[in-house]
Nanobody, 116 residues
Framework: QVQLVESGGGLVQAGGSLRLSCAAS????????MGWFRQAPGKDREFVGR???????YYVDSVKGRFTISRVNAKNTMYLEMNSLKPEDTAVYYC??????????WGKGTLVTVSS
């Protein structure tokens, strides 16, 4: 059974940092793009960034320069390093795996709350 499990969320003050992890199990994800999404209260889920199988990274403009995605294929794990956090970064953060054009596997999310 394929599973993605996020961890590392919590409460942090504005300007602080957090590192989220996404641990995959059930198969190797080394050959697939993986990504982070987030959903703030009352808003639609939005794309945050992704890392390709070849380790290229792409980010939404609002997090560029503050967030960094990395992966350790040997551990089947992806990370989201978040710095200079803002209250508007408050959301449930989800990791996902991409197969072609479809994000087909999703975790259940981890809550990040940034206080002002």
């Amino acid at each position: 059974q394929v599973q993605l499990v996020e961890s590392g969320g919590g409460l942090v003050q504005a300007g602080g940092s957090l590192r989220l992890s996404c641990a995959a199990s059930g198969r190797s994800f080394s050959g697939y793009d993986m990504g982070w999404f987030r959903q703030a209260p009352g808003k639609d889920r939005e794309f945050v960034g992704r890392i390709t199988w070849s380790l290229s990274t792409y980010y939404v403009d609002s997090v560029k320069g503050r967030f960094t995605i990395s992966r350790v294929n040997a551990k089947n794990t992806m990370y989201l390093e978040m710095n200079s956090l803002k209250p508007e970064d408050t959301a449930v953060y989800y990791c996902a795996s991409k197969n072609g054009v479809t994000w087909n596997y999703w975790g259940k999310g981890t809550l990040v709350t940034v206080s002002s």
